[in-house]
Nanobody
Framework: VQLQASGGGLVQAGGSLTLSCAAA????????VGWFRQAPGKEREFVAA????????YYADSVKGRFSLSRDNAKNTMYLQMNSLKPEDTAVYYC???????????????WGQGTQVTVSS
């Protein structure tokens, strides 16, 4: 299984973007899939994650109320709707999968290639 992230771009502060993560080749074979981001000079950090059933969704405090995560298992695709974007949201966003229910970066063993999100002030 390969994860393909898309949807990044340049947007003004206050704007919106929707990121997509598609599983190519096979269905998502992970208990949890999520988004992480990494800004220049900073460590990769958790953004949001969702369990296979969709029954549990987790968000980082920094994005709660602004970002919304969903998945369409029939399309093997996960979406991250990002609203009210801030310059501090600027980063490379990665989608990833984990075999357990977790939000820890180290527990994710399947990673997409990343998509750049740049928010201008």
């Amino acid at each position: 299984v390969q994860l393909q992230a898309s949807g990044g771009g340049l947007v003004q502060a206050g704007g919106s973007l929707t990121l997509s993560c598609a599983a190519a080749g096979r269905t998502f074979s992970r208990a949890t899939v999520g988004w992480f981001r990494q800004a220049p000079g900073k460590e990769r950090e958790f953004v949001a994650a969702i369990t296979w059933s969709g029954s549990r969704i987790y968000y980082a405090d920094s994005v709660k109320g602004r970002f919304s995560l969903s998945r369409d298992n029939a399309k093997n695709t996960m979406y991250l709707q990002m609203n009210s974007l801030k310059p501090e949201d600027t980063a490379v966003y990665y989608c990833a999968g984990a075999r357990i229910n977790t939000i820890r970066v180290v527990d994710y063993d399947l990673w997409g290639q990343g998509t750049q999100v740049t928010v201008s002030s």
